[in-house]
Each structure stands twice: as structure tokens, then as C-alpha cells.
């Protein structure tokens, strides 16, 4: 095999973790059978293309688990059965995470529709509404000209402009939302306007419109006076906004809002939201799972197969259980496989990627999650991983969000799906974890 730096280089960035493959792409690998048998398309593809009404779903998971890949090939399905799809990413350009109200997810909403279906509707009755807000809004770094001498395109530019400085000007963020919230129900009846406009209109061989808003669940959670967070605000006390665009519609949810005391509302105002749980690289018993982790070696291996075909990730290792335990402290989380597996290939000179190597890449991630974990939060990360189940409190919802606490979920002997959860593998061998679960569970 090959030793040189640019092999190697073509081997590393092939493991890029921050790239979601796009429908298709020879890289995909079907997991659903170590997820606990979940399917995109059949448990929200066939909500949209059975309901006679326009349906609103969640769609959560731990961030880095693939969910942007499910989507786009939720996306294909959907295209190949008739339905007009509008995706995004909100995070890229429309939202900061670490700061974002509802308001923001709706002026993304708006421009990703107005700038995709231009051509199949008027825009006036949107341009009418930005016009109509034009004095309260020109000052916020938009433009000085009268509204009037703006060409069509330029106007419909401004609700661009508008997401794009609610995103990188946080001085200015405050203040749009304090112009446009007390007109969010006029906007979403011009919205709607167009909407349906442009369903009317659409490309040949399409009769539905679907718009999924993806990355929303990695909008960091807010604690509130009322011990309430921003999650709650946006997708609990605006979901009757939320849900009121005419078309089908997607939103990803953070996992973490899934366990608050207000699940059972999320569930009545949403339906089911489908889960994608980590790849199951080991059972409840904390025995290692030979499924779950031929199946994380399987996405290793197609990644490689796009540089060479005969090349082969088992012989890329010094050992095979070098290799199996690069992937057992992944979790089955597809990024941190991805991240591991670009550690190791960076503390490598020549292949094979040696034992060595694994252990730095393991020790310099086991580092972030150190630093991730409260003085207090120890205790119940020992209580996770001897129960395998986790409580209902803001603490272990934290932990959820950060990825401390993993879901996995699989099918049982009367084919139902079980749900149970994990520290991250990772966690186990710091030492703070070691020193909780001993004095908790001595023994």
C-alpha cells in the first residue's frame, strides 16, 4: 500500500465529519437495522403523501448523528413522489444557534420559499408586507433607498439581508425582531398568500409543496426566568405559528426538549416526532454489539472504497481491535466515528494506523467531553449508565443536548421498538465518571 502524504491526505478528508451526503451518494449506509428499525420515509414521508390535510412533524436526534443525511434522502422520496421540496439549513445563513427566537425561523421560512418559488408566484403579496414595515426596518443596515426604486429582485433581496444580519450582527438582531414580532400574523398571511400562489403553479409533475428547516435543534438551549427555556418558547408557545405556513412541513427538533415536562404537549400539538437514535455498538449489559459494529466498520469502509475499491479499513489497522474499539468509543455517533477515525490518520506517518495512534485520537476526544461535564453532573452520568434510563429534569436534558447521554433504541423479541440509554463510551474512562460510579454503586 502506499505510504505517502498525499495517499494519506486523500484518506483523511475522506472522513470528513461535517459534510451530510446528499441523496444518493455511494457513501450512504442503511443503518436502520442496529437504529431500532426506524425509517424517514415511511414514519414522516408517508404522514405527507397519505394526509388529505397539510401536516406539521418534528424530527430530532443527537446532533452529528446523520440526521441532515436522512433528510435529503427524505428529500429525494419525496421529489420522486410529487412533492415540491424546499430544504434548508438554518444554521448556514438564517440563524445563530446560540441565539435564535422564533421570529428568525420564520424570516428564514420566508426567504427560502420566496427565493425558491419566485418563478412559480407573485411575490406581492410579501413585498407589500416589507413595505408596508419598510420605514421601521431600512435603518437596520438594509438599504436607504425608497422601497419604490427597488427593481423586483432587489426587494425580494431584503428578506435575505433581513436573515442575514439577524445571523452575523448581533447588535442589530434585537431590534428586527422587536420591528417584525408584533407583524409575525401578517406576515405569515402574505406568506400563505404566496404560498398558495405558487401551489397553483408548480413545476410540471409536482401537485405538493413540503419545506423542511433543518439544523434548528442545534439552537442551544436558554434558561428563562420562568425555568422555562427558548426551546419551549419557539416550539411550544409559537407552534400554532409555527404550523400555520400552508404546506407540509419538517422541523428538527433538539432531543433534549423531547424529555421536559412538556413532552405530552409536543405530542399533541405535533404527533409522534421520529427519533434518529445512535448506531447500537453495544447492549444494555454493556456487551459489545457484533451488528452495530460491523455496520459502523461498513461506513468506514464505503468512505474508503471512494478512493480505492480494493482498499480495505480492516488492513488499514494494526489490529482488528484497534479498529473495533475506534469504533466502540464512537457511541454509533457517525461524527465522532468520522472525528476519531481523522485523529488517528493524523498521529499516522505510515499505514497501518497502529494502536498507538487510536489510543491519542480516543484521548484527545475523552479531553472535550471532560471539559463538557459539570462538577455536578457526574453523579448522574453513573446513574445512566447503571440504569440505562434517564429522568425527567433540566440536568439530564443538558446532558442529552451535549451528547454526554446517547439514545439507542432496538427491536425486542414481539418486534417493538425499546428505547434505552448510554453515556458515551467515551465518558468511561475519565476518571471523575470512575470516581462517581464507585462511590455510588460500590462494589
Given at each position: 500500500?502506499?505510504?505517502?502524504?498525499?495517499?494519506?491526505?486523500?484518506?483523511?478528508?475522506?472522513?470528513?465529519?461535517?459534510?451530510?451526503?446528499?441523496?444518493?451518494?455511494?457513501?450512504?449506509?442503511?443503518?436502520?437495522?442496529?437504529?431500532?428499525?426506524?425509517?424517514?420515509?415511511?414514519?414522516?414521508?408517508?404522514?405527507?403523501?397519505?394526509?388529505?390535510?397539510?401536516?406539521?412533524?418534528?424530527?430530532?436526534?443527537?446532533?452529528?448523528?446523520?440526521?441532515?443525511?436522512?433528510?435529503?434522502?427524505?428529500?429525494?422520496?419525496?421529489?420522486?413522489?410529487?412533492?415540491?421540496?424546499?430544504?434548508?439549513?438554518?444554521?448556514?445563513?438564517?440563524?445563530?444557534?446560540?441565539?435564535?427566537?422564533?421570529?428568525?425561523?420564520?424570516?428564514?421560512?420566508?426567504?427560502?420559499?420566496?427565493?425558491?418559488?419566485?418563478?412559480?408566484?407573485?411575490?406581492?403579496?410579501?413585498?407589500?408586507?416589507?413595505?408596508?414595515?419598510?420605514?421601521?426596518?431600512?435603518?437596520?443596515?438594509?438599504?436607504?433607498?425608497?422601497?419604490?426604486?427597488?427593481?423586483?429582485?432587489a426587494k425580494i433581496s431584503q428578506f435575505a439581508k433581513l436573515t442575514a444580519n439577524l445571523r452575523t450582527e448581533p447588535s442589530q438582531r434585537q431590534k428586527i425582531r422587536e420591528r417584525v414580532n408584533p407583524h409575525t400574523i401578517t406576515l405569515i398571511a402574505a406568506?400563505?398568500?404566496?404560498?398558495?400562489?405558487?401551489?397553483?403553479?408548480?413545476?410540471?409533475?409536482?401537485?405538493?409543496?413540503?419545506?423542511?428547516?433543518?439544523?434548528?435543534?442545534?439552537?442551544?438551549?436558554?434558561?428563562?426566568?420562568?425555568?422555562?427555556?427558548?426551546?419551549?418558547?419557539?416550539?411550544?408557545?409559537?407552534?400554532?405559528?409555527?404550523?400555520?405556513?400552508?404546506?407540509?412541513?419538517?422541523?428538527?427538533?433538539?432531543?433534549?426538549?423531547?424529555?421536559?415536562?412538556?413532552?405530552?404537549?409536543?405530542?399533541?400539538?405535533?404527533?409522534?416526532?421520529?427519533?434518529?437514535?445512535?448506531?447500537?455498538?453495544?447492549?444494555?449489559?454493556?456487551?459489545?454489539?457484533?451488528?452495530?459494529?460491523?455496520?459502523?466498520?461498513?461506513?468506514?469502509?464505503?468512505?474508503?472504497?471512494?478512493?480505492?475499491?480494493?482498499?480495505?479499513?480492516?488492513?488499514?489497522?494494526?489490529?482488528?481491535?484497534?479498529?473495533?474499539?475506534?469504533?466502540?468509543?464512537?457511541?454509533?455517533?457517525?461524527?465522532?466515528?468520522?472525528?476519531?477515525?481523522?485523529?488517528?490518520?493524523?498521529?499516522?506517518?505510515?499505514?497501518?494506523?497502529?494502536?498507538?495512534?487510536?489510543?491519542?485520537?480516543?484521548?484527545?476526544?475523552?479531553?472535550?467531553?471532560?471539559?463538557?461535564?459539570?462538577?455536578?453532573?457526574?453523579?448522574?452520568?453513573?446513574?445512566?449508565?447503571?440504569?440505562?434510563?434517564?429522568?425527567?429534569?433540566?440536568?439530564?436534558?443538558?446532558?442529552?443536548?451535549?451528547?454526554?447521554?446517547?439514545?439507542?433504541?432496538?427491536?425486542?423479541?414481539?418486534?417493538?421498538?425499546?428505547?434505552?440509554?448510554?453515556?458515551?463510551?467515551?465518558?468511561?474512562?475519565?476518571?471523575?465518571?470512575?470516581?462517581?460510579?464507585?462511590?455510588?454503586?460500590?462494589?
Open positions: 500500500m502506499t505510504q505517502d502524504f498525499a495517499f494519506l491526505k486523500r484518506i483523511y478528508n475522506a472522513f470528513d465529519p461535517f459534510r451530510p451526503l446528499p441523496a444518493g451518494d455511494p457513501a450512504y449506509v442503511d443503518c436502520t437495522e442496529v437504529r431500532g428499525d426506524g425509517d424517514i420515509l415511511v414514519e414522516v414521508g408517508k404522514e405527507i403523501l397519505l394526509s388529505d390535510r397539510m401536516t406539521s412533524q418534528l424530527y430530532a436526534g443527537h446532533r452529528g448523528a446523520g440526521k441532515s443525511t436522512e433528510l435529503l434522502r427524505l428529500q429525494q422520496f419525496l421529489n420522486e413522489q410529487g412533492c415540491f421540496v424546499v430544504y434548508f439549513p438554518a444554521d448556514e445563513e438564517d440563524i445563530d444557534p446560540e441565539d435564535a427566537q422564533y421570529t428568525d425561523i420564520l424570516l428564514a421560512c420566508t426567504r427560502h420559499l420566496l427565493e425558491r418559488l419566485k418563478d412559480s408566484a407573485s411575490p406581492a403579496s410579501l413585498l407589500n408586507w416589507l413595505n408596508e414595515r419598510w420605514q421601521d426596518l431600512k435603518d437596520l443596515a438594509l438599504t436607504q433607498v425608497s422601497f419604490e426604486k427597488l427593481t423586483i429582485e406568506l400563505n398568500e404566496f404560498i398558495q400562489d405558487a401551489k397553483k403553479n408548480l413545476p410540471s409533475g409536482y401537485s405538493q409543496l413540503v419545506l423542511i428547516a433543518d439544523n434548528l435543534d442545534r439552537i442551544v438551549p436558554i434558561p428563562q426566568e420562568d425555568g422555562r427555556t427558548n426551546h419551549d418558547q419557539i416550539f411550544l408557545d409559537r407552534s400554532e405559528q409555527l404550523q400555520a405556513l400552508d404546506c407540509h412541513l419538517i422541523y428538527t427538533v433538539p432531543i433534549s426538549l423531547l424529555y421536559s415536562n412538556r413532552a405530552a404537549d409536543l405530542a399533541n400539538i405535533y404527533g409522534n416526532t421520529q427519533v434518529l437514535p445512535m448506531i447500537m455498538v453495544q447492549t444494555p449489559d454493556n456487551q459489545l454489539y457484533e451488528r452495530g459494529i460491523n455496520k459502523v466498520i461498513e461506513i468506514l469502509q464505503k468512505r474508503l472504497s471512494l478512493i480505492d475499491s480494493s482498499l480495505s479499513v480492516v488492513n488499514m489497522f494494526e489490529q482488528r481491535e484497534a479498529l473495533e474499539g475506534l469504533c466502540l468509543m464512537s457511541g454509533g455517533h457517525v461524527r465522532n466515528l468520522l472525528l476519531l477515525m481523522k485523529e488517528a490518520i493524523k498521529y499516522t506517518n505510515t499505514l497501518p494506523i497502529t494502536i498507538r495512534a487510536v489510543q491519542r485520537s480516543i484521548s484527545e476526544l475523552r479531553n472535550t467531553y471532560r471539559n463538557t461535564v459539570f462538577a455536578n453532573e457526574w453523579d448522574a452520568l453513573a446513574t445512566v449508565y447503571h440504569s440505562k434510563k434517564i429522568e425527567n429534569d433540566p440536568l439530564y436534558r443538558g446532558l442529552l443536548f451535549n451528547r454526554c447521554i446517547l439514545e439507542y433504541r432496538y427491536l425486542n423479541k414481539q418486534e417493538e421498538s425499546e428505547v434505552w440509554y448510554d453515556i458515551h463510551p467515551l465518558i468511561k474512562g475519565i476518571q471523575e465518571f470512575q470516581d462517581a460510579f464507585n462511590r455510588l454503586y460500590p462494589a
